[in-house]
């Protein structure tokens, strides 16, 4: 079955940088159009950004524009997020997901992770 799995959350202050990384298993990776999504508590599951299948398109959220950068080793079956200049907004569990669509509602993608929580200190 498909699996996507979540890595590198964790406690930084504000200011500093994690870097997110997501194992895709079960699917033919390089077809999938990858996406971040975040959800604080009490709020609803925001985009983040998304990477088109070849990595050379993405488009994010103007909230982090600038600040992040997704890319994807489709040799790896993996996509990774680097956060830099974090704030204690970007506070969340931060998703993984998989879609046939370069779009940003979470409607459009099929497959999900589990999650992994980013907190920002301030």
């Known amino acids: 079955q498909v699996q996507l799995v979540e890595s590198g959350g964790g406690l930084v202050q504000a200011g500093g940088s994690l870097r997110l990384s997501c194992a895709a298993s079960?699917?033919?990776?390089?077809?999938?159009?990858m996406a971040w999504f975040r959800q604080a508590p009490g709020k609803e599951r925001e985009f983040v950004g998304t990477?088109?299948?070849?990595?050379?398109?993405?488009y994010y959220a103007d909230s982090v524009k600038g600040r992040f950068t997704i890319s994807r080793i489709n040799a790896k079956n993996t996509v990774n997020l680097q956060m830099n200049t974090l704030k204690p907004e970007d506070t969340a569990v931060y998703y993984c997901a998989a879609g046939r669509l370069l779009q940003r509602g979470p409607e459009n993608y099929d497959y999900w992770g589990q999650g992994t929580q980013v907190t920002v200190s301030s």
């Open positions: 990477v088109s299948w070849n990595g050379k398109t993405a």
């Open positions: 079960g699917l033919a990776f390089g077809n999938y159009y």
